[in-house]
């Protein structure tokens, strides 16, 4: 498979192969080992956790500072009866808190989840987003378990597509065990969408009985049958990922970064080709601290230290080299680095 073809089947990957983790805090053997927790239980109302007379208003936990000002604003959806419409605004909120099960306990996480969704819905919603918050809660942690018992998503050819469909199988399962159709729909839907596109692509591309002719048919029907959105996405994408091989084919040949922005600017215009020149340099700077983050995490993993000292100085670490949603970026390198080692590449 070509450069581009992996560009542009990537979004579709991560979705399968990417969203099979819930790392949580806990007692663990080194400062990259995860725990699972226990599954939480509601109380008589259906409600996980905290009791119904404290929910009126709730003073919301403060957030670490890497996560300051980047909460999601989206508004919570509620319909005419003032019950509950799930939809990805209300995933997107769980996600960004439950990220952070890997440097919080669940305890707190949770009740920041909590304390958010009291101060921003009334009833019957509020109620009902907090069932919802235990169902997804569980559901992540049987993502955690499928990511155990299953290959990863990809071999040393690249992607594994044996791998990759049983993973969409057992994601399937588990969002049809926890959720009801309408917020599995409202959840999961368009990264299905993806999800299937990505599969059947890998398939046509891989088929040796097709002629190229045959797969080139088959695979522009398959972008077709995409919803236009998607569509247009992905024709973004496939107009910057050419850039991006005509770009990396002349630096490869000795172009100077004038050469580079003339090319930018000619397809993109000259202040797109200015912000670009601008991205280049700062990804620079990322890869030279990334690298040397990388350097020292090293030492201190050789180190001769308790697995709590060596969290702690992995912290200090990150704490020291990077600021706010980088600590975030850095954490996410390292979580992939240890599930996806064959897919590493530079950032």
């Known amino acids: 498979m070509n450069q581009r073809s992996r560009f542009l089947l990537v979004a579709g990957i991560i979705s399968i192969a990417g969203a099979l983790t819930l790392t949580q ?42 996560l300051v000002g980047l909460e999601p604003k989206g508004a919570l959806s509620v319909d005419a009866n003032h019950h509950l419409v799930p939809d990805e605004n209300l995933r997107n909120l769980f996600d960004f808190h439950l990220a952070n ?8 996480v949770l009740n920041r989840i909590r304390a958010t969704l009291a101060n921003r819905l009334g009833e019957p919603a509020r109620s009902q987003a907090l069932a919802l918050l235990n169902d997804y809660v569980n559901y992540r942690l049987a993502l955690t378990r499928i990511d155990q018992n299953l290959p990863p998503g990809f071999d040393h050819d690249g992607f594994d597509l044996n791998a990759l469909t049983l993973r969409q199988k057992a994601l399937l399962a588990a969002r049809a065990e926890h959720f009801t159709p309408q917020t599995h729909a409202a959840f999961f839907g368009e990264d299905e969408q993806l999800d299937n596109y990505t599969l059947e692509r890998l398939t046509i591309e891989r088929n040796e009985a097709l002629t190229e002719q045959q797969k080139a048919q088959q695979l522009a029907q398959l972008e077709h049958a995409l919803p236009e959105h998607i569509q247009r996405t992905r024709a973004r994408a496939t107009i910057n990922s050419n850039l991006f091989e005509k770009t990396e084919a002349m630096r490869s040949n000795g172009a100077t970064d004038a050469d580079i922005f003339q090319l930018r600017a000619q397809n993109l215009g000259e202040t797109a080709a200015a912000n670009l020149a601008e991205l280049d340099l700062q990804q620079q700077q990322w890869q030279s601290r990334l690298d040397h983050y990388r350097q020292e995490k090293a ?49």
């Open 299 to 347: 030492r201190i993993t050789n180190a001769n230290l308790s697995p709590e000292d060596q969290r702690n100085a992995v912290s200090e670490l990150q704490q020291r080299l990077f600021e706010g949603p980088e600590r975030l970026r850095v954490r996410a390198l390292d979580a992939d680095s240890r599930r996806y080692p064959i897919a590493n590449h530079p950032e």
């Open 101 to 108: 099960l890997d440097r919080e306990p669940m305890d707190l």
């Open 25 to 66: 805090r806990g007692t663990t053997e080194g400062p990259d080992t995860a725990i699972q927790a226990p599954k939480i239980s509601t109380d008589q109302a259906g409600t996980p956790g905290l009791p119904a007379h404290n929910l009126s208003q709730q003073n919301v936990p403060e957030l670490p500072p890497e």
